[in-house]
C-alpha cells in the first residue's frame, strides 16, 4: 500500500479455451443477499464467463493446512472488540467513545484510520459468515454495520477522517490516499450485503456511491488525471460492483472516472510500461477493469486485464508467485536481478493477484492460470501468517533475512487486512463448473455440495506432503458428468488416475485438464498420482540465482536463529525489523553438470532435504512452514558474484 513519506521505506528513513462451451451469465458466487436483487444482478452479468465458481458455502475445507490456518485466522478477527473497531468513526461523527483506540495505521491521526476497522475487517466477517458460517463473526459484522449506519453523513459520507481529506486531494496537497480507505470501506459493505444478506450494508455503500458521484462531478478529465497518481484503491471495482446490485447506471459512469488512461492504454496495446510503478497501486485498478469487463463486455478491459496478468505473473514474478520490491517493479519485464530485497514481495500484491487470477481463469477456462494460482497461494500467501494469526507486510527474499509480522492492535498495516480476508477464503477457487462439468483445480481436502446436481464430492488428500487424492462421489441419483482434473504443469513421470480401482490407460498433457465423463454412481471413487520431482528456476535476469521447487512448493535453506530478536520478527506501526539484518550472500552451491541436483538429499521427513553448500551442510524445507529463524530462497552457483538486492 503506498502512502507517499508514510511508507515503510520513508518511515524508517487464451491459451485453452473451451470453444464448445456456452458462455451464460456469471451469476456471483456465494451470494446470500435478497434473490430478486441477486436475480437482478445476474441479468446485468454479460454472457463472457465460461467457467463459474461454487457458492463458498459449498465448499467446506477438511482437515489440513488450510482448514488450521483459516481457524487461526479467525480466532484472532474474534479477538477484536466492535467498540474497539468503531472508535474512530464514533469520535469522526462527534458520537460518544469510550473504547481504547488501536494503534498502528488505525491510530486516531493516521491518515489511513478506517481501513482495516471499517473495510477488511467487514470483508473478513462476511467471508468467515460465508465460508465458515460462523455466526459471531456475522453478528459482529452486523453489529458494526449498524453502527457505522449511525457514523454516515446526511450526504452520503462515511470515514473515520473527515472528508477535508478529499479537499487536500483535489487541491494537490499531501494526503494519504483517501479514495483508497473509502474503497475499503464500501467494498466491505458490500460484502455484508453479498455474503452476509446485510441490507442496511447496501444502504451504506449506496450512500458512498452517491457522494462519490457528487464528488467527481466537480472535475475535469484533466483534474481526474492528477487525482488519480494518488493510490486510490479499487474504486472503480466497487462502483462497478455498485451498478451490478442497483442497476444504475450513474456508478457505473462513474467508475469510469477512475480510469487511468496512463496505466489503461499501454496495456491495451500489450505494452509493458510498468517499470516504477508501485506495484499493489496497480493490481486493484486492473481488477476493476476485470469486473467493468464482465458488466458490460468491452472487450478493451478484457485485453487490459489479461495482458496485465500475463506480463506481471510470467515476468514479473519470483519463483514463490510474489512480485515487487520495496513495493515497486524496479526493472523491466523478465528482469529481476537484484530484486530479492528484505522488502520484496508485498504481501497484498500477492493476494490481489490471486483475485485477478480467478477473473482472467473465469474467461478462458485455462487451467495453466491454476498452475500459477497454486505455486501463488502455497508460496506467497500459505505461509504469511503464524501461530496467533499475526500476518506479514513483506515475504523477504534477501538472503538472512526472517518472517517480520505485524502486532495484534498496533499495526493495522494494508496485508493485515487483505491477509485477513485471504484467509477467510480458502475453500475458495477449489472447484469450478461448466454447465454440467466439474473441474478439480486445487488439491486441498475438502467437501463440495452440489446441490443442483444431486453431488456430494468429497477430496481427501495430504497434498503436498502426499503426492496423490481420492474423489468420493455420493448422488442421489446416477448423472452423467464430465469430471475434469487438472493436471500440473510441474507433474513428473509416472502419474496415473484410476476409477474404482481400475487404472485408465489414458492420461493428459501436463498444463492441461484430464476429463472423465461417465455416469456416476453414489459411491464411485477417483484416485490421481501426483509423482513431484525437484526442479531449480533461475530467477530472471540472473541464471546464477536459482530457486528450488518440489512440484509446486517453493524449497528454501534454513539459516537459523542465533541472534534473531522479537524486534526482528514483530513490527507495530513500521512493517520493517528494528536493527534491519546485514546482508549477506544466498548459500552458494556447485551443480554437477551430469545431475545439477545432486547437492540436495532427502531428509529424515517429507519435503525436507539437506543441502551440500561451501560453507557446509544446511537444512532445507518448505518456506511455507518456515518461522522464527533466517532463510533464503535463491541459491547462487559457485563461481558467480550476483548482487541479490
Known sequence: MQGSDKRRRFLKTGALA???????PRVRAFDTADPASVAASAAREKPVCRMQPFALN?????????????????????????????????????????????????????????????????????????????????????????ILASCQRPNGYLSAFPESFFDRLSAGEKVWAPFYTLHKIQAGMLDMYRLAGNKQALAVATGIGNWTVRWLNGFSDADMAH??????????????????????????????????????????????????????????????????????????????AEFFWETVTQNRTYATGGSSNDEFWNTGPGDLRGQLGLYAAECCVAYNLLKLTRHVYAWNGDPRAFDYYERNLYNARLGTQDAQ????????????????????????????????????RFNDAIYFRDDDALHVNLFIASELEWPEMGLTLRQETDFPREAA???????????????????????????????????????????????????????????????????????????HLQAITYGPIVLAARLGAKGLT?????????????????????????????????????????????????????????????????????????GSATDAG
Open 18 to 24: 473451451f470453444a464448445s462451451a456456452l458462455a451464460v
Open 58 to 146: 459449498q465448499v467446506r475445507l477438511l482437515d489440513s493446512d488450510f482448514s488450521r490456518a483459516a481457524a487461526i485466522n479467525l480466532e484472532y478477527l474474534h479477538s477484536l472488540p466492535v467498540d474497539r473497531l468503531a472508535h474512530s468513526f464514533r469520535v469522526q461523527a462527534g458520537q460518544p467513545s469510550s473504547a481504547r483506540p488501536f494503534g498502528g495505521w488505525e491510530k486516531p491521526d493516521c491518515e489511513l484510520r478506517g481501513h482495516f476497522t471499517g473495510g477488511h475487517y467487514l470483508s473478513a466477517a462476511a467471508l468467515a459468515w460465508a465460508a465458515q458460517g460462523d455466526a459471531t463473526m456475522k453478528a459482529r459484522g452486523d453489529e458494526l454495520v449498524a
Open 227 to 304: 487525482i488519480l497518481k494518488t493510490e486510490y484503491g479499487g474504486m472503480n471495482e466497487s462502483m462497478v460492483d455498485l451498478y451490478a446490485i442497483t442497476g444504475n447506471s450513474r456508478y457505473l459512469d462513474a467508475a469510469h472516472r477512475f480510469d487511468q488512461a496512463s496505466l489503461f492504454e499501454p496495456l491495451a496495446s500489450h505494452r509493458d510500461e510498468l517499470k516504477g510503478l508501485h506495484s499493489n497501486t496497480q493490481i486493484p485498478k486492473i481488477i476493476g477493469a476485470a469486473r467493468r469487463y464482465e458488466l458490460t463486455g468491452e472487450p478493451r478491459y478484457r485485453r487490459i
Open 389 to 424: 494469526g499475526m500476518k506479514l507486510y513483506y515475504y523477504s527474499l534477501r538472503p538472512g533475512g526472517a518472517k517480520f509480522y505485524n502486532s495484534p492492535t498496533d499495526s493495522f498495516w494494508c496485508c493485515t487486512g487483505s491477509g485477513a480476508e485471504e484467509f477467510a
Open 469 to 543: 487424492t481420492r474423489l468420493r462421489f455420493t448422488l442421489t441419483q446416477p448423472r452423467e458428468i464430465a469430471l475434469n482434473l487438472r493436471i500440473p504443469s510441474w507433474i513428473a513421470p509416472g502419474a496415473r488416475v484410476e476409477v474404482n480401482g481400475e487404472a485408465l490407460d489414458t492420461f493428459a498433457s501436463p498444463g492441461s485438464y484430464l476429463t472423465i465423463k461417465r455416469t456416476w454412481q453414489s459411491g464411485d471413487r477417483v484416485s490421481l498420482t501426483l509423482p513431484m520431482t525437484l526442479r531449480s528456476v533461475p530467477l530472471p535476469g540472473d541464471d
Open 566 to 638: 522479537h524486534d526482528q520478527q514483530y513490527g507495530r506501526y513500521d512493517a520493517g525489523p528494528s536493527p534491519e539484518p546485514k546482508p549477506q550472500p544466498a548459500p552458494q552451491i556447485a551443480p554437477d553438470e551430469a545431475d545439477p541436483l545432486a547437492w540436495l538429499a532427502p531428509g529424515d521427513k517429507p519435503l525436507t532435504y539437506r543441502a551440500t553448500t561451501r560453507h557446509g551442510v544446511v537444512d532445507v524445507a518448505p518456506l511455507n512452514t518456515i518461522q522464527g529463524e533466517r532463510y533464503a530462497v535463491y541459491w547462487q552457483t559457485e
